[in-house]
């Protein structure tokens, strides 16, 4: 990730669907990423919409191409992401800010960031990947959210999104040169975890108490309910609520 064009559009569907068809038209190359002003049907986990104001935010996604890894340790992928944009958040709002399972940031109990990784195997080996960010700059109305918060919101002040995705950028190359050590990866992401302290969960349609044990490399959740004891969940399986 040495040197890293950025393909700026003012609005696409999304910008993970505009990489895809980048990478069909051979037209984006590994470290590239597509930067857009407004994306009219931006998708998080599971296909849940992401609503953005046009020009207020960073919506961004990163092609990159890695060495041979295998798909046991596809999560590592994942704590670099989230490290990454964590680190981001940090530089212009440090307090409060923290990870949630499986792919959002938060600042307080608000969520300020969602992150959306897709990955493709070949040969039974992870060949690349398309991460998408979605980062709450200047916006401050939340209309379809109650639970969304932006560094505007936080610092009473507005902050170029040129800044914030040079941040990003600075940040995933520190991250992703790590992708193999996953050990100092996870050991990171789990000092900077929610709800290893204690939180609620959605579990088979009950809210339930608990607390988060460990998010395992293979991206399931460990944790122990109060009422069932420890056991291992799947993002849709369980959900951690705020």
Known sequence: MSTIKIIKVNATRSTNDKVKMLIKSKKIISGDIVSAKYQY??????????????????????????????PDLVYSINF???????KTIRKFVPDQTIIKWPNDILSGDKKISGILIENTLRSNKIHSS??????????????????????KKLSNHEFSVKVV???????????????????ELSEDYHKNLYGLNGCDFILRGKKVKGKVIKVLNNGQIKVHIESLGIANYSYGDIKIII
Request: net charge positive; proline share 1%; with cysteine.
């Open 80 to 86: 670099a992401v989230c490290l990454s944009v964590l």
């Open 130 to 151: 398309i991460i998408g960010t979605g980062i709450n700059i200047n916006q401050i109305l939340f209309k379809n959210s109650l639970n969304a918060i932006s560094l």
């Open 41 to 70: 049907k931006g998708r998080g986990q599971l296909s849940k919409r992401w609503y953005s104001s046009y020009g207020k935010n960073l919506l961004c996604s990163l092609y990159f191409v890695f060495p041979k890894i295998s």
């Open 165 to 183: 995705l040079a941040e990003l950028i600075n940040n995933y190359k520190f991250y992703l040169s790590k992708i193999n050590n996953v050990d």
